[in-house]
Every structure is written in structure tokens, then in C-alpha cells.
């Protein structure tokens, strides 16, 4: 692990500390294991683990500071939560523009489960359906994501079971 993915691990759970017990333990089990997923989907795909576990970390942070939200505020958190992972990124120090750049595209663009964007994009948001349906979530049973988690599951070689029969 990179000494700044470090720093920003640090920065980010200095903020979950800031939640109240019932919101800091479902964001935090959804922002690390997206980012986990993002490191795994990345290595896979020969694409930098740390700028995709980094955007990962950060991409819902700004959606479980400000819970609960209204309808437009949810459609645009992808939005939201990139102006603030910028600044967090920001004042760690060790991050490259450029990687600062790719982190916050990424995060901003990661709702739009639909449309096929770059490579960094695709990897966040393959990890958030990864997360949400391996977690069991109202929101992959709401959204299906497209068939994402079942693309990316098969990539990695794993098959599905039982589970993907009752979805």
C-alpha cells in the first residue's frame, strides 16, 4: 500500500469518527469494501490500484455526511462527492493533479451505471454494484445496475450460485 492511500485512509476514517455509531459502521463497510473491490477490479485490469482504491474510499463520502437526502441531491452526490474528495485530496498533498483529476472524474461519473465511460470510471463503478449485491443491498434490488456485479464476477472467474438464481 502507497504511503498516500495511506494518508487518505487516515483522512477518511478521521471523518467517519465525526458519524454517529449507526451511520459510521454501514459507510464505512460500503466505502472499503468498494474500495477493495476497486483495487482488485484494477489489478485485473492492469490499471493503477491506488487511484481506483482511492476513488473508492472517497466516492460516497459526501452521500453518508449529508443522510438524508432529497431525490436531487442523490442524483447529483456523484457530483457533490467529487468537489470534496478534491479537497481532501488536496490537503494530503501527495497526490499528482493528474491523479487527483482521474480520482474525481471517476467519482463524479459513477452514477451513471449505464453508460460505458473510461477505464478508471468503469472500474468504480463495476466495484460499487460488486459491493451493493454482494452486500445484499436495496439498492442493487432497487437498480439491478445493469448487470454489472454478473460482467464482473465473470471476469474475475467466479460463478454465482444459488444467489443469482434468487435475483
Not at 14 to 21: A, D, E, P, V, Y
Not at 111 to 119: A, E, R, S, V, Y
Amino acid at each position: 500500500m502507497s504511503d498516500k492511500f495511506e494518508l487518505l485512509r487516515h483522512a477518511v476514517r478521521s471523518k467517519l469518527q465525526t458519524f454517529t455509531n449507526d451511520q459510521e459502521h454501514p459507510a464505512s463497510q460500503h466505502l472499503y469494501g468498494v474500495s477493495i473491490f476497486c483495487g482488485l477490479i484494477a489489478l485485473k485490469r492492469g490499471l493503477d490500484a491506488d487511484i481506483c482504491k482511492s476513488a473508492g474510499l472517497l466516492h460516497d463520502l459526501w452521500l453518508y455526511r449529508h443522510l438524508p437526502l432529497s431525490v436531487d441531491e442523490h442524483r447529483k452526490h456523484g457530483e457533490y462527492g467529487s468537489i470534496e474528495a478534491r479537497e481532501i485530496l488536496q490537503s494530503i498533498g501527495s497526490y499528482t493533479e493528474c491523479e487527483i483529476e482521474t480520482i474525481c472524474t471517476m467519482i463524479f461519473r459513477h452514477n451513471d451505471k449505464h453508460i460505458i465511460q473510461d477505464d478508471y470510471d468503469e472500474v468504480l463503478k463495476d466495484a460499487d454494484a460488486l459491493t451493493h449485491f454482494i452486500n445484499d443491498s436495496a439498492y442493487d434490488k432497487k437498480y439491478r445496475y445493469y448487470g454489472r456485479h454478473r460482467n464482473v464476477l465473470d471476469e474475475l472467474g467466479f460463478t454465482l450460485g444459488n444467489k443469482e438464481n434468487n435475483q
